[in-house]
């Protein structure tokens, strides 16, 4: 049997993937964290598989998107973990989870790991039958995640935190443009069948501001709380964060705005709110 191997498995777009393809017998899903998963700590020094080959290696690790983990440089580490397991294991098929963040200024930790990862596998390439790159623009699941993404982060300054007000970096004219988590993986594994290398940018056209965000969220809070959250922000420049129109682009086509609505519905609800 063919074994693909996926890192990561408890993380966003990890547990999206492992909870669609979780009933294939060939796939082996790792992480951390979580008991249906196979444990593994990529930050150990050594690392021992039961397999030294594999068909398809699905590269999901990363630390969490939190604001401690980039100024203390743990999320460089993601470089690092990529290194041990390109070293440790012959792999045919490399499908990388990069970022949009590739696009941002060279200082930003984010873009700058992932784009040191990107530039691994381009020289190891030759490793590889196929490696697939992907850099996902503002993935949205069905609930709350922990993490410091804006549309999870006000969630939880408003209706976990319970705060009156906060001060937020960006401006409320930022426009975003968000993708289901679930239709991305779809999206992955079906291209991770085609023997082809590529670069490719995923995400949604349809552009929502901030400050329709947070009137959405506004409204809820507002029911429960009987009065409005007062935001706050620190920049007074715009940014735009959308996928590149172009053909190699693969676009997620439904409304931001509905795709929000949905997973603040259902945040709400697993919160008894």
Not at 15 to 25: L, R, T, V
Not at 134 to 161: A, C, E, Q, Y
Request: net charge positive; aromatic share 18%; with cysteine.
């Amino acid at each position: 049997m063919k074994y693909n191997i996926v890192f990561g498995s408890s993380g966003l777009v990890g547990s999206a993937f492992y909870n669609k393809f979780k009933k294939k017998k060939n796939f082996i899903f790792f992480s951390r964290s979580g008991i249906e998963f196979k444990k593994l700590d990529l930050e150990k020094k050594k690392l021992q598989f039961s397999f030294k080959e594999v068909d398809k290696c699905f590269f999901f690790a990363s630390p969490r998107i939190k604001k401690k983990n980039f100024t203390n440089k743990i999320f460089s580490n993601e470089y690092i973990w990529l290194k041990k397991i390109v070293r440790n294991i012959k792999i045919k098929k490399l499908i990388y989870l990069s970022s949009s963040s590739i696009y941002y200024k060279k200082n930003h930790i984010i873009g700058a790991t992932k784009s040191n990862c990107e530039k691994f596998i381009l020289k190891k390439k030759q490793l590889f039958k196929n490696f697939q790159i992907w850099r996902p623009f503002n993935l949205i699941g069905n609930k709350f995640v922990n993490s410091d993404h804006f549309h999870n982060h006000l969630f939880k300054v408003m209706f976990l935190d319970k705060k009156k007000s906060y001060y937020f970096s960006g401006n409320q004219q930022d426009q975003r443009g968000y993708s289901s988590v679930n239709h991305f993986v779809k999206i992955v594994y079906k291209n991770s069948n085609f023997s082809k290398n590529f670069i490719k940018d995923y995400g949604n056209k349809d552009l929502v501001k901030v400050s329709e965000i947070y009137d959405l969220y506004n409204k809820h809070y507002k029911r429960i709380n009987g009065k409005n959250f007062k935001i706050l922000f620190k920049s007074q420049r715009a940014n735009k964060n959308s996928v590149p129109l172009k053909k190699s682009s693969v676009y997620f086509n439904e409304k931001s705005l509905m795709l929000l609505r949905k997973y603040l519905r259902n945040s709400l609800y697993e919160k008894k709110m």
